[in-house]
């Protein structure tokens, strides 16, 4: 997909964030615009939800440059806990940061397959219901950048494909860039336009094929990972019929 | 049928119970309970200061208040005691210097007990003025930052990333709970005002499920608790403030059954 003409979104040039002493990320660069799909992936405290923090100004204190180019942010954390404390319905928790009329909601919901919540409390639902609400929450109000800190944790497998296929048609529908956390090698390669790998600094980034034949990325994630795009990329060229039987391809 | 001071205190302790219950609210669903306390000592010293520089005691109990809320702000930041060490040290250390600066002012006859669990009886309509002006400026203040302050309360990381700027409306917060105490601190007293603020609020919790509801709830039994502890106070002639927040424990006793019986029928 070409970019070229598309408005950049978000900036980050240089960032290095430190906290007591310690470097969480190194000169991270990235840039998102308009319609594209960027991806973090990397190990564990690589530093990928600090990065997504620091894109989005809730970390300050940091060396480099963050720019951001729109106001209209959806933003899935990694991590919402709801106190007892607080009563709040889905309903209440969808009109969070912007006023949406009541099928605005009911779309949003819907979309992520749980209208039926609306009404619940948020501390009763469970991880999978809560970080669809989430993802609802986040597009429900049109945005024009998405940062989803690894969307669907929690959520069943047939769930799970579904949403990715909800969050690429999202930004095709609404025009907007996506910032995507994920461990999930498979959707990362399959469903994204950018991959930048993390391991405390950039170790490599470009197209989904062309990081996957990078040395650095089979160092961090084994050999066995390189595999994964031509399992999701080879065109088919049978199918099967119910008896299992080959069917060439017409 | 009342006498008139009965009256203003009826007057005052509805105007203080309008605040508390939304101000209320925020301050459990943000678990600062024990921040409203370290204000509320503080306000000691805001009275004495107040009498011996001839100034407005509401006016001289919301700058100390606001002092100390900065204080805390600064210690938080500089030093890597937990929160409650340092709220303690704050609320103790501020009634203490209070207790001290009274000693000195013996030319002034002062009723200390007053000062600790309020006065509603001795309410003067210049008194009045401040708990409804500033009540409602409190009020209307709360109205206007509702939404962000509400958003960075559910969650600070979500509302600094869609530009709710939590940091701004929880300053502001921090303002308003300062001023409600200022205004209050004669009514209740400051070692009772943290109870207004928080039983009604509690108690409105078990019986709702959505944050507006909360405060309608909290609001509706403080107006009780303070009509409730007001007449008994007469009746039987028990201090006023304690009844008072006497009224809001009962009320939430009787929350709790209800609350039980809501949660059985839900299994």
Known sequence: MENKNKKILLKVENASFYLNDKALIKKVSLEIKQGEIVTLIGPNGSGKSTTAKIALGIYKKIEGRVRRFTERIGYVPQKVSIDWTLPIRVIDFMSLTEDLKNDQINVALNLTGVEHLKNKSLSNLSGGELQRVLIARAIAKKPELLVLDEPVQGVDFKGEIALYELIKKISEKLNCGILLISHDLHVVMSATDFVICLNGHVCCSGKPHTVIQDEKYKELFGDRASNILSLYEHEHDHSHSSDGSIDPKK | MFDDFFIRALIAGIGISLVTGPLGCFIVWRRLSFFAGTLAHSALLGVTMALFFEINIAFSVFIISAVLAILLLQLQKKTKLPNDALLGLLAHASLAVGLVVIGFLTSIRFDVMGLLFGDILAVNQNDLLVIWLGGGLILIILKLIWK???????????????????????????????????????????????????IPAATARNVSNNPKQMVIFSVIFGLISVLVGLFTSLKINSASGPSIITATLLLFIISLIKFKKVSDLKK
């Not at chain 2, 990381?157 to 300053?171: R, T």
């Open chain 2, 148 to 198: 962000p302050l509400f958003a960075s309360t559910v969650n600070y990381e979500l509302s600094e990333a869609e530009g709710m700027k939590p940091d701004k409306f929880n300053a502001i917060f921090t303002i308003l709970t300062a001023a409600l105490i200022a205004i209050s601190i004669k009514i209740v007293g400051l070692l009772l005002i943290t109870g207004m603020l928080i």
